[in-house]
């Protein structure tokens, strides 16, 4: 709750600036993101609109504030309640390619671990470019897996999608390196940056 009030005490203040807001939703990048990426799948995003769908009045329509508040009035105050969480995360937007201040403390004061929702895939991994994916090896493997330039985009991307897959399921030998892997984040998503 206390967190909730915070989030919900930024988005009613006209005196603070926090780009971590979206109060427009359809500057939401993280939600355009979400709902639009053929390249990004988030069970959870999923979860938070079936959520919503079941209980939102007018989720999929405009409506008047009259006929809003009249709708909202037939709601129990749980399910007010249960709306207004649902709301603000909606309103929350990290940036896809830097750290957002406002989201990386509701990180740490939730306990929010990223990679219990996510793992990076092949579809997702395509996003980056041939070097990134040479680099991201390098990072993970070390200097010795250093990567000769004639191979494929494809070829890097089944590699690491693969490496991921194994860690995750439990099917890396190396459990130093598997414990590396299922801990990488996204640069944007890491802490402390």
């Not at 330039?149 to 089944?158: I, Y």
């Amino acid at each position: 709750e206390s967190s909730l009030r915070k989030v919900l005490l930024l988005i009613l203040h006209d005196h603070v600036h926090c780009p971590g807001l979206a109060i427009r939703h359809d500057a939401n990048g993280t939600t355009v993101h979400a709902s639009l990426s053929e390249t990004f799948k988030s069970p959870a995003f999923d979860r938070l609109q079936e959520r919503r769908r079941k209980l939102d009045p007018f989720m999929d329509k405009q409506v008047e504030t009259g006929l809003a508040i009249k709708q909202l009035n037939e709601l129990s105050a749980n399910q007010q309640k249960e709306l207004i969480d649902l709301l603000a995360v909606e309103c929350l937007t990290a940036h896809l390619q830097r750290p957002t201040e406002l989201v990386q403390i509701l990180t740490d004061e939730l306990k929010v671990n990223l990679r219990e929702h996510w793992r990076p895939h092949a579809e997702w991994l395509s996003g980056y470019q041939k070097v990134q994916l040479s680099l991201l090896l390098t990072e993970l493997l070390g200097k010795v897996h250093t990567l000769t330039p004639e191979r494929k985009k494809s070829e890097l991307v089944s590699q690491l999608d693969k490496l991921f897959a194994d860690a995750a399921s439990g099917k890396q030998p190396d459990k130093k390196l598997a414990d590396k892997l299922n801990a990488w984040l996204p640069a944007n998503m890491r802490k402390g940056r």
